[in-house]
């Protein structure tokens, strides 16, 4: 068992309207740079952006313009469902790099990226581009039955997105891409579907009759990816359910599950980022507790490869 401990409540010193909590309460997807901590939710339009050395509520940043329902349901049927979120080293007009952020795909609404350029000291720079999801999916929905794409990590020229299955279609998956073409097809006003590279389908095994099922990832340096997963009893990728199981894993560049191991509780992660200490991978996570007045949390684990 990993022992995990938590840091902090994921509070935010504004909402994005009076009548939301002061705090993210889905937390998807997670990126370090420097000492800044960058979170997407995926029932927000906003990016949150805490702080590594400090406690103080964190702050959000636009990605897509509009307004959200307060009421639960309507809510989920609207939401972009930001699920990924990645660093993009430096490329053409992002000199300093960038962070995207991607909705799973899996309703017809949840298919934007938000692009975001960042400063020399990580910090963003700048609106953010809102960019169309539309050249990468098509071919994905004729791949997966119940596409929900949940984490993405960049490794050289290859863009990864992590494919999560569910209790109904235990379908994982590692896909793979072309960085640049991925990038330049975004940012084109026209562009023909984009396939991808490979598809190399991953199993994770059960508890309880329910399978582990991918939540995110991170990049090491030797190309070796670190990711969450959870069991969480659903029968597909809309609804919630109970989470009995959470783990992290590490798979290899060519997609070999080298390992995984199950957390000590059951927490709902979404997120997770990996620092490199010897042998020893220092890790944070984020939280979904599928729940509006529940704050996420940021927890800390360590792992040894």
């Known amino acids: 068992m990993i022992n995990v401990t938590e840091i902090r409540a994921l509070n935010i010193a504004a909402a994005a309207s009076t009548k939301r909590p002061l ?10 740079v420097g000492s800044t901590i960058y979170v997407v939710a995926d029932d927000e339009l906003h990016l949150g952006v805490f702080s590594k050395n400090s406690p103080d509520p964190g702050r959000l940043v636009r990605l897509f313009e509009g307004v959200l329902p307060d009421k639960k349901a309507a809510r989920k049927r ?13 490329f053409e007009n992002f000199p300093h790099g960038a962070l995207l952020a991607l909705g799973s795909g899996s309703r017809p609404n949840r298919g934007r990226v938000a692009l975001v350029a960042l400063d020399r000291d990580g910090t ?7 960019l169309d999801m539309s050249p990468i999916l ?6 997966f039955d119940e596409l929900n794409i949940e984490g993405a990590v960049i490794i050289g020229d290859e863009l990864r997105l992590f494919q999560r299955g569910n209790k109904g279609q235990a379908n994982n998956a590692i896909i793979s891409y072309s960085v640049w073409q991925v990038l330049a097809a975004l940012q084109s006003a026209k562009t023909d579907p984009i396939r991808p590279s490979a598809i190399n389908r991953i ?3 059960y508890i309880a009759g329910v ?5 995110d990832a991170t990049a090491l340096a030797n190309g070796d990816m670190v990711f969450c997963a959870v069991a969480e009893d659903t029968e597909n990728a809309y609804r919630d359910g109970p989470c009995i199981g959470a783990a992290i894993g590490i798979v290899s560049h060519d997609g070999q599950l080298l390992g ?14 990996a620092h490199e200490n010897g042998d020893r ?4 996570l984020v939280t979904d507790p599928d729940d509006a007045e529940i704050s996420a949390v940021l927890l800390s684990a360590s792992i040894v490869r």
Do not use: N, W
């Not at 963003?124 to 809102?130: A, D, F, H």
């Open 203 to 205: 199993s994770l095994g």
């Open 211 to 215: 399978p582990f099922c991918l939540t």
């Open 23 to 32: 705090h993210l309460s889905a937390a998807s997807g997670l990126v370090c």
């Open 281 to 284: 991978l220092d890790i944070l």
């Open 124 to 130: 963003v720079l700048g609106p953010p581009r809102e």
């Open 138 to 143: 098509r071919p994905l929905h004729e791949a």
């Open 260 to 273: 995984m191991e199950q957390l000590d509780r059951p927490h709902k992660v979404e997120g997770i980022s």
């Open 78 to 90: 609207m939401k972009p469902d930001l699920e990924a979120l990645t660093l993009v080293p430096a």
